[in-house]
């Protein structure tokens, strides 16, 4: 069972905008900046959007993030084929003291 | 260019013990905080444990307290994994992620993995 929450699936066709929501507590979310990762099968998980509104290098602006409270949520306008993809939300949790991260979104675009 | 290079992994009967080594190259890896973080086949991500950059402050999560130890060598650039007692349920890929300078930056470079087998 992860920390946090996320939906284990999300969809939508090319062109649409979709989120993906990410559920915590006051220890986690509510306290510290989340961070959100994509990872395609077989490979390392890459960093897509962190605090501040910012992206690594490489990363179009197609991809945003945001939050309110407990909750965070990412948001991917434009979709393409090639964001077909697992999704983690994370942060650091200040009550266990460890890195959590959400279940993962499985993103299918139709 | 930044690279992390695990090693180590491999596939060991429960109880047995495992040592996982992390090579880190293209940065000053004394000034960075590092986590390892590991993937069951077709699971989410799990941090297992975390060591601040002069190894001063070490946490481990619940699932691999007593039984896991993380340390560095900054001199030879490389962190470490000590697994014992290992489960059927520490079977994962491990990575070795290296953690941002700045206040609130993220685990924003990962190793490729090395995966960790535990079976009879």
């Known amino acids: 069972q992860s920390v946090l929450t996320q939906p284990p699936s999300a969809s939508g066709t090319p062109g649409q905008r979709v989120t993906i929501s990410c559920s915590g507590s006051?220890?986690?979310?509510?306290?510290?900046?989340v961070y959100w990762y994509q990872q395609v099968p077989e490979t390392a998980p890459k960093l897509l959007f962190y605090?501040?509104?910012q992206r690594p290098s490489g990363v179009p602006d197609r991809f945003s993030g945001s939050k309110s409270g407990t909750s965070a949520s990412l948001a991917i306008s434009g979709l393409q084929s090639e964001d077909e993809a697992d999704y983690y939300c994370?942060?650091?949790?200040?009550?266990?003291?460890?890195?959590?991260f959400g279940g993962g979104t499985r993103l299918t675009v139709l | 260019e930044v690279q992390l290079v695990e090693s180590g992994g491999g596939s060991v009967q429960p109880g047995g013990s495992l040592r996982l080594s992390c090579a880190a190259s293209?940065?000053?890896?004394?000034?960075?905080?590092m986590s390892w973080v590991r993937q069951a086949p077709g699971k989410g991500l799990e941090c297992v444990s975390y060591?601040?950059?002069?190894?001063?402050?070490?946490y481990y999560a619940d699932s691999v307290k007593g039984r896991f130890t993380i340390s560095r060598d900054n001199a030879e650039n490389s962190l470490f994994l000590q697994m014992n007692s290992l489960r059927g349920e520490d079977s994962a890929v491990y990575y070795c992620?290296?953690?941002?300078?700045?206040?609130?930056?993220?685990?924003?470079?990962w190793g490729q993995g090395t995966l960790v087998t535990v079976s009879s």
């Open positions: 992620v290296r953690e941002g300078l700045g206040f609130g930056d993220p685990l924003d470079y």
């Open positions: 293209g940065f000053t890896f004394s000034s960075h905080e």
């Open positions: 060591i601040s950059s002069s190894g001063g402050t070490i």
């Open positions: 006051g220890s986690n979310i509510g306290n510290n900046y």
């Open positions: 605090s501040r509104d």
């Open positions: 994370a942060t650091w949790d200040d009550r266990l003291r460890i890195w959590v």
